[in-house]
Every structure is written in structure tokens, then in C-alpha cells.
């Protein structure tokens, strides 16, 4: 089953359909360089997910994302460019 979620405006116009909590793989609660991570959107239970399937007309190429409820392959997310901090251990 797919579901649909959408995130919009600012601070004061957000609502809960806007949180997503980041599932980190592996030991540790910091999201590290390279690191698999699943995103869960908190209202519907669902994990973003994505396919190989790309749009050829309408969107040039781009990739359809929606949720999906189970754990899958299709479903974890690899930060490949940013900004990376270091991060410092807690004693």
C-alpha cells in the first residue's frame, strides 16, 4: 500500500503531517557519512521510498518518491554530497 505524503510552509504554518523521523542503520544514534538511513513519516507509518522507474516527459527524468508502509530496499537513503560536521563524543 502506498500513501501519500507532503510537507508545506514555514514554523507557523506547519502541521504534524510534516514530521519524518530519520531510522539510522546500524549501532549508533549520530547520522555519520555513508551511513544508511530509512526516513518514517510519523502520521501515516509510512517510509519514503523511491524505484527506478524516471518520468520521460513530465518531470524530465526526475524520480517519483511516495510512502510505503514495510521495510524495503527501495527504501533507504545514502546522504551522497553535503556538509559533514565532526562530531564530538559526549563523556
Known amino acids: 500500500m502506498h500513501v501519500q505524503?507532503?510537507?508545506?510552509?514555514?514554523?507557523?504554518?506547519s502541521d504534524t503531517g510534516d514530521y519524518w523521523r530519520i531510522d539510522i542503520e546500524g549501532s549508533g544514534k549520530t547520522w555519520r557519512q555513508?551511513?544508511?538511513?530509512r526516513l518514517h513519516h510519523v502520521?501515516?507509518?509510512?517510509?519514503?521510498?523511491?524505484?527506478?522507474?524516471?518520468?520521460?516527459?513530465i518531470a524530465g527524468g526526475q524520480?517519483?518518491?511516495?510512502?510505503?508502509?514495510?521495510?524495503?530496499?527501495?527504501?533507504?537513503?545514502l546522504a551522497a554530497?553535503?556538509?559533514?560536521?565532526p562530531v564530538t563524543e559526549s563523556k
Open 63 to 77: 524520480q517519483e518518491v511516495c510512502g510505503v508502509r514495510e521495510k524495503r530496499a527501495d527504501n533507504v537513503w
Open 5 to 13: 505524503v507532503s510537507c508545506f510552509g514555514g514554523d507557523s504554518e
Open 34 to 37: 555513508d551511513q544508511r538511513v
Open 81 to 85: 554530497e553535503g556538509v559533514y560536521l
Open 43 to 57: 502520521d501515516t507509518g509510512g517510509y519514503l521510498h523511491s524505484h527506478d522507474k524516471k518520468y520521460s516527459r
